[in-house]
């Protein structure tokens, strides 16, 4: 079955210290995985996708097909990083995307 | 700039009322998806389309229906509304993949309305 799970539903952090949101997938085949944040009052948005190997924001995340992980890590969380961030996967000629339930960060001065 | 708007932010209704969620896009997009998204439940895809007049089916389309009349709008529609389908719906849109020489397809989000069930 195809599944993505995200273990932590909040995950509250220093402002400055690192920090890593989890998502774990089940795919047979190749997927493509994202992450997608949505800020207070604003839309759903994209924020990376493994295939760019970029980093945006600060954040970066690194696809590990043996431990089907595709983890979101920033060295030093800022206040403004506060959202809610769902990690998705998409097979390669799929429209669709599978989400996972969502982890809410909270950056605290 | 892709823009994907959505008819209301906020929506109270009745028992048993007839809902229609409208979604417009402006990016000629070839498909279109309509989500709910609950707290600890994520984003469920309700039904999608990927043409005009095309529409498959999602993970929970119990309770719904839609309509693509018009390759910018995407309507979703509640027959029969009913105190569990209470919730934030958020309508996106995507190009077909390959249009633009990607692999992947990033989905484009309005900014969802919040529907109310009394």
């Known amino acids: 079955a195809q599944r993505v799970t995200q273990p932590e539903k909040l995950l509250s952090v220093f402002k400055g210290a690192p920090v890593e949101l989890k998502c774990n997938y089940s795919?047979?085949?190749?997927?493509?995985l994202f992450w997608y944040v949505q800020y207070s009052r604003q839309r759903l948005q994209l924020l990376l996708r493994?295939?760019s190997r970029e980093s945006i924001k600060g954040f970066t995340a690194d696809l590990n097909k043996g431990e089907t992980s595709f983890h979101l890590k920033k060295p030093f969380a800022q206040e403004e990083d506060s959202a809610m961030y769902y990690c998705?996967?998409?097979?390669?000629?799929?429209?669709?995307?599978?989400f996972g339930s969502g982890t809410r960060l909270l950056v605290r001065p | 700039d892709v823009k994907v708007t959505q008819s209301s932010r906020y929506l109270v209704k009745r028992t048993g009322e007839k809902v229609f969620l409208e979604c417009v896009q402006d990016?000629?997009?070839?498909?279109m998806f309509w989500y709910r998204q609950d707290p600890g439940l994520g984003l469920r895809l309700i039904y999608f389309?990927?043409?005009?007049?095309?529409?498959e089916k999602g993970d929970i389309p119990e309770g719904y229906s839609v309509s693509r009349e018009k390759k910018e709008r995407f309507s979703l529609i509640l027959e029969s509304a009913s105190t569990n389908q209470t919730s934030m719906y958020l309508c996106?849109?995507?190009?077909?993949?390959?249009?633009?020489?990607?692999?992947?397809?990033?989905?484009?989000f309005g900014p969802g309305t919040r529907l109310t069930v009394l």
């Open positions: 996106a849109s995507s190009q077909n993949l390959g249009t633009s020489g990607t692999s992947y397809n990033e989905q484009f």
């Open positions: 795919y047979s085949g190749s997927p493509e």
């Open positions: 493994h295939i």
């Open positions: 998705a996967l998409s097979g390669k000629s799929s429209y669709k995307l599978i």
């Open positions: 990016m000629d997009h070839e498909n």
């Open positions: 389309s990927y043409d005009v007049k095309m529409k």
